[in-house]
């Protein structure tokens, strides 16, 4: 199954948390076959050419977010046609690396009281890259993650934009390892129809490798903040000219960030990835 439906034409905006029920298709989003394929979870149907699971209708049009942005405003998204080059990496990390190691367990992320509330506009300091299977997922001693439990699964995030930035990259990393999907979907998603359709997928299908170069994250941008739900735009480095954003939203409950599923069971339902042309309007945020 794909926890990202895919759409033939490129689109903007985030999905919006969803509730109870099931529903849905799915496909695959990781593959370096175009570039959108769905974030993990689960084998399925390599629809279009890209890369983090995404199976979907290619008639459907993309839909906006669902809820107006109160915090802050969304800046402005690409054009069809845009006025500037292809972005390309650069060989260097946008976020400093702790010279001493990852955090130190037990403290921080959802720990820490009264965590800066300002929507992010550069990269966070002080993050350890680590790899998850094959991708790196960020880690700081202030935003999260303070706890791993027994199976690696990763949690606590602070409760601020920044947390809910961390929590969902180690959401995106961790759900696509398949030695971990099931664990992840069972205690990082909110529970509903779209994790119910996850769930089942998930038992009959297995979760795509790479093959080639992996998909790294690259940047991100906070589309619209409540304290109790974040709807982000996680920016993703397919090749060295393809970059995908990956509508997601995340919600606090019960004391931490979780992830929402659509009720088809992705991370974005209707609502299709862009092909970016540039990082404009994103906080430029890798590892690697």
């Not at 300002?118 to 299977?133: D, G, L, N």
């Not at 659509?262 to 690697?288: I, K, M």
Request: glycine share 12%; charged share 20%; with cysteine.
């Amino acid at each position: 199954m794909g926890l990202f439906s895919s759409d033939s034409g490129s689109g903007s905006g985030s999905g919006s948390a969803g509730g109870d029920g099931d529903g849905g298709t799915s496909g695959s989003f990781w593959q370096d076959n175009g570039f959108i394929a769905s974030v993990i979870i689960v084998g399925a149907v390599i629809v279009c050419l890209i890369v983090w699971l995404f199976a979907r209708d290619p008639g459907t049009p993309a839909s906006q977010p669902s809820t107006s942005p109160s915090v802050v405003e969304p800046t402005e998204q690409p054009t069809e046609e845009p006025s500037v080059p292809p972005a390309t990496p650069t060989g260097r990390p946008t976020s400093t690396v702790t010279p001493s190691g990852p955090p130190t367990p037990g403290v921080g992320g959802c720990k820490l009281k009264n965590p800066d509330q300002r929507i992010p506009r550069m990269a966070p300091s002080a993050v350890t890259w680590q790899f998850e299977a094959d991708m790196l997922i960020p880690l700081q001693q202030e935003g999260g993650p303070a706890v791993m439990d027994r199976t690696g699964v990763r949690s606590c995030f602070a409760h601020s934009p920044t947390g809910a930035v961390l929590a969902a990259m180690n959401v995106l990393g961790q759900i696509r390892n398949p030695d971990l999907t099931d664990d992840v979907l069972a205690t990082r998603v909110v529970p509903g129809p779209g994790r119910n359709r996850a769930v089942t997928e998930a038992r009959v299908s297995t979760t795509p490798r790479n093959e080639g170069k992996v998909a790294q994250f690259i940047g991100f941008k906070v589309f619209d903040y409540l304290p109790n739900r974040a709807v982000l735009q996680i920016a993703v480095q397919i090749d060295e000219t393809k970059i995908a954003s990956l509508p997601v939203t995340m919600q606090w409950y019960r004391d931490d960030w979780r992830a929402v599923l659509q009720e088809d069971g992705s991370f974005n339902g209707e609502t299709a990835p862009d092909v970016l042309q540039s990082l404009d309007g994103y906080v430029r945020f890798r590892g690697a």
